[in-house]
């Protein structure tokens, strides 16, 4: 039955798709991007009527990297064995609920009821979506012991004491993505497809002229920018959402010979490569309800929202070790210890195996513009 909202009949199905058809530039960008994989295969095992919050789906090792034997009539050949790697991903679930008092007529100013408050939940939760991704990728970065750092330490390129070639210590210049990309991944650099960044980066990078905005020719045929930019023929997403970290002052040591360093902001530009983070919209029983209080400051009506979404870095896996409960926070996403590289116990050896870091195309960099 649907519901009744401010004297209006409430039907959740309609209601969500208006939501879904709303759109958001930033989000169509990163999630149409070739960076986001939508796996809509592993929604049904993730509910929570069947699979729970967590999963763990295999990735198939290569058979490249071992040396042939030589084939010359005496010689035995000896056969090898593919790896197959455990990859475990854990679904977020986030909640909100909005109260107001003739609700539909005071949010909307009297336009249509539905439209309105959907693109306003669908803008609120696009931000959550994107913060939640933002998480997921600080806590990648947080991993902690030897074959998790190999990841790290070669996907981080730090330029916040690199003279670059404008002669500018600490900042991006036409290299720089390009460099941090080849330290990732080597040869593998050209999965690289989108890079997000900070908009004190994007403009210091656009007073070099290394920007190039995309056009298109409008209804009069005049040629207009549509704000999506490339550099080194790589999507750019522009966000202030995009980590900033304030670093204090250093004193000079006359003793040590260490410099005055002034109070500072870095920037991280994250980087990210084709197929980089599976995405899955893995649905709630009840997304959108409402409930009317007739008694409540002369009655009041309450819109209820609800969502589970996994996002899930390729050659990552989540490892719950710092999980309270069923859903993880963004503390919680964003603890170093929650993150491993994918790995598989070897029968032969019995020791464990990990993925080659430079198959991750997820890379960051560190600048102070």
């Not at 058809?21 to 990163?30: D, E, F, H, V």
Request: proline fraction near 4%.
């Amino acid at each position: 039955m649907p519901g009744i909202f401010d004297e209006k009949i409430f039907n959740a199905e309609v209601f969500k798709g208006y939501v879904d058809r709303i759109p958001n530039t930033k989000r169509s960008a990163l999630i149409t991007s070739r960076a986001i994989r939508p796996r809509p295969d592993l929604a049904s095992a993730m509910k929570d009527q069947t699979g729970g919050n967590y999963i763990t789906t295999t990735m198939r090792g290569l058979i490249s990297g071992s040396a042939p034997l030589n084939y010359d009539g005496t010689t035995d050949i000896t056969a090898n064995k593919t790896v197959t790697f455990r990859h475990s991903r854990v679904v977020v679930g986030r909640a909100n609920a909005w109260t107001e008092n003739d609700f539909s007529y005071d949010i909307t100013g009297g336009q249509d009821f539905l439209e309105n408050v959907a693109q306003q939940i669908s803008e609120y939760w696009n931000e959550v979506d994107q913060d939640t991704l933002l998480h997921v990728l600080n806590g990648i970065f947080n991993m902690t012991g030897a074959a998790n750092l190999k990841f790290v330490n070669a996907h981080t390129h730090n330029v916040t004491g690199v003279e670059n070639s404008e002669g500018k210590v600490g900042y991006m210049d036409a290299t720089t993505l390009n460099s941090g990309m080849q330290q990732a991944c080597g040869d593998n650099k050209s999965a690289f497809s989108l890079c997000c960044m900070h908009s004190v980066v994007a403009t210091n990078l656009e007073n070099l002229k290394l920007l190039t905005y995309m056009k298109h020719n409008d209804a009069n045929g005049i040629e207009r920018e549509i704000g999506l930019a490339t550099l080194n023929g790589r999507l750019v997403i522009i966000d202030d959402a995009m980590p900033v970290k304030d670093v204090a002052a250093v004193e000079a040591d006359e003793d040590t010979g260490t410099p005055a360093v002034p109070a500072h902001k870095e920037y991280t530009t994250y980087v990210l490569g084709d197929g980089a983070i599976e995405y899955t919209d893995c649905g709630a029983k009840v997304p959108y309800e409402v409930d009317r209080d007739p008694k409540t400051n002369g009655g009041a009506d309450t819109l209820y929202s609800r969502q589970r979404k996994c996002f899930a870095p390729y050659g990552i896996s989540f490892t719950q070790k710092s999980m309270t409960s069923l859903s993880p926070t963004d503390n919680e996403l964003e603890t170093g210890t929650n993150w491993e590289l994918v790995n598989s116990m070897n029968p032969d050896t019995n020791k464990t195996e990990y993925i080659d870091h430079k198959a991750i195309p997820i890379a960051r960099i560190i600048s102070l513009g």
